[in-house]
């Protein structure tokens, strides 16, 4: 069975030839370019739509793959949600190990054979804050500004005139 592209190029061939017939002045000149068109399209017979049932099979798998991939996906990002709880309450636990100690014997280091384990202050407080418009005035808030598309489009669409800048695009795509 020929490519895609060979089937593609064959009905723009096809498609040229129509074209070339309808404009040929010469009845002659039209005649053997529908013949050679007829000829092509004998060519080509039921490929394009075997090729269609082809690239559906294909599309069809390739987008059950994807939904196990993201069913995956999400199990994983579960899974690692889970093992990060773990991890942060075993090092809480570890924390708790060595505050403990420090308060009975006043040290905040113990080592091992394996390695050595202390409590360390952070070299940079970090800040909670409420949420608080009074931050604003000081500059201490981010606000960051997204287009509402599903607004803009209502508001275009009711437009005669689209402003500066601005279209509207309709997709076109296959069906099946």
């Not at 009905?11 to 370019?33: F, G, K, N, P, V």
């Not at 394996?114 to 009074?134: E, F, G, H, I």
């Amino acid at each position: 069975m020929p490519s895609t592209y060979q089937i593609t190029e064959l009905q723009s061939h096809a498609a040229l030839l129509s074209e070339a017939a309808m404009l040929a002045e010469d009845d002659d000149e039209r005649e053997r370019r529908l013949l050679e068109m007829d000829a092509l399209l004998d060519e080509l017979g039921d490929k394009p739509a075997d090729k269609l049932d082809g690239i559906r099979a294909v599309c069809l798998r390739m987008a059950s793959l994807e939904d196990e991939c993201r069913k995956e996906a999400a199990r994983l990002s579960e899974r690692a949600r889970t093992l990060k709880s773990h991890h942060d309450r075993v090092k809480r636990l570890g924390f708790a190990l060595l505050d403990g100690h420090r308060r009975l014997y006043g040290e905040a280091k113990i080592q091992t054979a394996t390695a050595n384990y202390r409590l360390q202050m952070a070299s940079k407080p970090s800040v909670t804050a409420p949420c608080d418009a009074a931050y604003a005035e000081h500059g201490w808030t981010r606000t960051k500004v997204t287009p509402d598309k599903t607004a803009a489009l209502k508001a275009l669409l009711e437009m005669d005139e689209l402003p500066a800048g601005w279209t509207l695009e309709r997709s076109e795509s296959i069906r099946w």
